[in-house]
């Protein structure tokens, strides 16, 4: 068992497997993640395959077509790129630019922090709008100025994987006569809904025998991280 940024991780292997959050394991450290509770929990069923769900995470080619809201919260989404740093015109050194759109703080539906912003964070990490871990197989969280969005992803059947999300919030935060729980999960939940939806069409087009397999385009980068993180663990007869 690993006890991580407030998170506890359980393995059934002997050895467990190397535990390595991505990006880093000191992504959230700016968080105050002791003190964090949960303000919501929703759950949802996906039809599809628990690595269908990893594969839709780690692109945003679908976000265009998928994301409408999402896309005007985030504008490089939009170009189907998760950072300016993947844009062709894009210029190493260069600061990436504030994430959100003109104005907005957070990923809400109004796009104003849903209470008080976290004191300890800088500048940049305020201006990035998101910060996203990933702990494979199973988790994953992202960091806003204002609230953690945790997300476990655990397979019921080949076909059928559950989505759990937790809002965790500062108690200080919630007590703010402000505070707008709804507004931070209903932004989530959409982008969430979406997702699933996508994810449950590919799983659908992976029955296709029109189509026996695919192929990766440069977007596809951390798709290609993921397969080969799968393919280490299956060993080369999958
Ligand atoms: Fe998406």
Redesign the pocket.
Known sequence: MREWAGFLYLSLGDPPPPFAPDPGPDLLDAWPMAGLVRGHREAIEVACNWKVFWE??N??L??PS??PA?VRRVPIYGRGIMSAAEAPEWEPGTPEPPALDAGSRSWTVSGRACGPEFPGLSAAQRAAGHHFVTIYPGHFAVAHVDYIRSVTVEPLAPERTRLTVDWLFAPEAMADPGFDLEDAVGFART?LE??AA?CEMNQRGLRSGRAPRGRLMPQEFDIARFHAWVEARMGSDG
């Open positions: 839709n995470f692109e945003c679908h976000c998928v994301h999402l982008v979406e997702d996508a």
